[in-house]
Nanobody
Framework: QVQLVESGGGLVQPGGSLRLSCTASGSICDISLMGWYRQAPGKQRELVARFNSDGSTNYLDRVKGRFTLSRENAKTTPYLQMNSLKPEDTAVYYC???????????WGQGTQVTVSS
């Protein structure tokens, strides 16, 4: 069983930066998708950025060039560096791991990011 805990959220002014971290307890599966989702009030949860099983990345178009996904290796959970933050980035951000062979998905409890002046 994997437990994920996000950290690094907070209140930041427009144009500011935050770095989100995801700490995992338990062993991460060998083949997985790892990334970050977000959910704003009244909206559906959406994929922000993700490592695919081959190590390639996908980014939501609206965050390309501003957000960067990183990790230490394929078995560690990802960081999300967020720069040039905009009010529309305000949401609860969730770390996600999807184990492809086991067909299981794990979520953290979320961390609030608020971008406001």
């Amino acid at each position: 069983q994997v437990q994920l805990v996000e950290s690094g959220g907070g209140l930041v002014q427009p144009g500011g930066s935050l770095r989100l971290s995801c700490t995992a307890s338990g062993s991460i599966c060998d083949i997985s998708l790892m990334g970050w989702y977000r959910q704003a009030p009244g909206k559906q949860r959406e994929l922000v950025a993700r490592f695919n099983s081959d190590g390639s990345t996908n980014y939501l178009d609206r965050v390309k060039g501003r957000f960067t996904l990183s990790r230490e290796n394929a078995k560690t959970t990802p960081y999300l560096q967020m720069n040039s933050l905009k009010p529309e980035d305000t949401a609860v951000y969730y770390c996600n791991v999807q184990c492809l062979i086991e067909r299981r998905a794990y979520w953290g409890q979320g961390t609030q990011v608020t971008v406001s002046s």
